[in-house]
C-alpha cells in the first residue's frame, strides 16, 4: 500500500505517536514541519484506524562517546594558577580621581554664581 509522500497516516493529515502505551505528541500536517522525538526508540504513529512504526535513531556521531577530563565543582587539575590583574587597581583609582577633580568642578561653578 502506498501512502504518498504527503500524508503519513491519514487522509486528513492528522496522527498521534505513542511509545508503547505512552502518548508522546500530535501533528497536524501543514501546521508547520514534523519535528521527530529526541528519545531513540520505536514509535507508533496511529491516524484513520491505521497503525505504523517508526525507529529513532541516535546519528553516528552521537553513538561515539569520547572521553575527557574529570572534575569537580570549584577544584582544577593541574598547576594551580593565579591570575592577576594589575591594571584594575589603577583604572579604579584613574576615575576616582576623575570624579574627585568633576565634583570639585561642580563645586566651584556654583559658588561662584
Excluded: H
Excluded at 28 to 40: K, M, N, Q, W, Y
Excluded at 63 to 86: F, M, N
Excluded at 94 to 106: F, Q, R, S
Amino acid at each position: 500500500m502506498n501512502i504518498g509522500p504527503s500524508r503519513l497516516a491519514s487522509e486528513a493529515g492528522e496522527w498521534e505517536l505513542f511509545k508503547g502505551e505512552d502518548y508522546v505528541s500530535s501533528y497536524l500536517e501543514g501546521e508547520g514541519p514534523f519535528i521527530a522525538p529526541t528519545e531513540p526508540g520505536v514509535y507508533e504513529v496511529n491516524g484513520d484506524g491505521r497503525s505504523m512504526q517508526m525507529i529513532v535513531q541516535l546519528s553516528s556521531e552521537e553513538k561515539i562517546l569520547s572521553s575527557g577530563p574529570s572534575y569537580a565543582i570549584g577544584q582544577t587539575e593541574g598547576e594551580d594558577e593565579t591570575i592577576q590583574y594589575p591594571l584594575i587597581p589603577w583604572a579604579i583609582a584613574l576615575v576616582l580621581l576623575l570624579l574627585l577633580v568633576e565634583w570639585e568642578v561642580y563645586r566651584r561653578g556654583i559658588a561662584i554664581r
